[in-house]
């Protein structure tokens, strides 16, 4: 079982920046592919950004050159660094999980981009 706890959602304004977090539980961190998706309301949960255990990334055409995913396998932690946010960018954020074939969910953070 992987824990997984989403922290760092806030309101900021277009153009803004905002770095979210997610601490994971488990000794085989460095080996989950970690994932951010995002939900808006009406709208379907997409991903966002994707980092596997061998630092392979991945990252949705409408996050490309704004977003970063990272990660520190030290602290049991995934960042998603969002530069140049837009209102559009608008959503709940959830951190995923993936370990040997079973996908794991943390409750998400808010993030609200608004003037």
């Known amino acids: 079982q992987v824990q997984l706890e989403e922290s760092g959602g806030g309101l900021v304004q277009p153009g803004g920046s905002l770095r979210i977090s997610c601490a994971a539980s488990?000794?085989?961190?460095?080996?989950?592919?970690m994932g951010w998706y995002r939900q808006a309301p009406g709208k379907q949960r997409e991903l966002v950004a994707v980092?596997?255990?061998?630092?392979?990334?991945n990252y949705a055409d409408s996050v490309k050159g704004r977003f970063t995913i990272s990660r520190d396998n030290a602290k049991n932690t995934v960042y998603l660094q969002m530069n140049s946010l837009k209102p559009e960018d608008t959503a709940v954020y959830y951190c995923?999980?993936?370990?040997?074939?079973?996908?794991?969910w943390g409750q998400g953070t808010q993030v609200s981009v608004s003037s």
């Open positions: 995923n999980a993936n370990w040997l074939s079973r996908e794991y």
């Open positions: 488990g000794s085989m961190f460095r080996f989950y592919h």
């Open positions: 980092l596997t255990g061998s630092g392979s990334t």
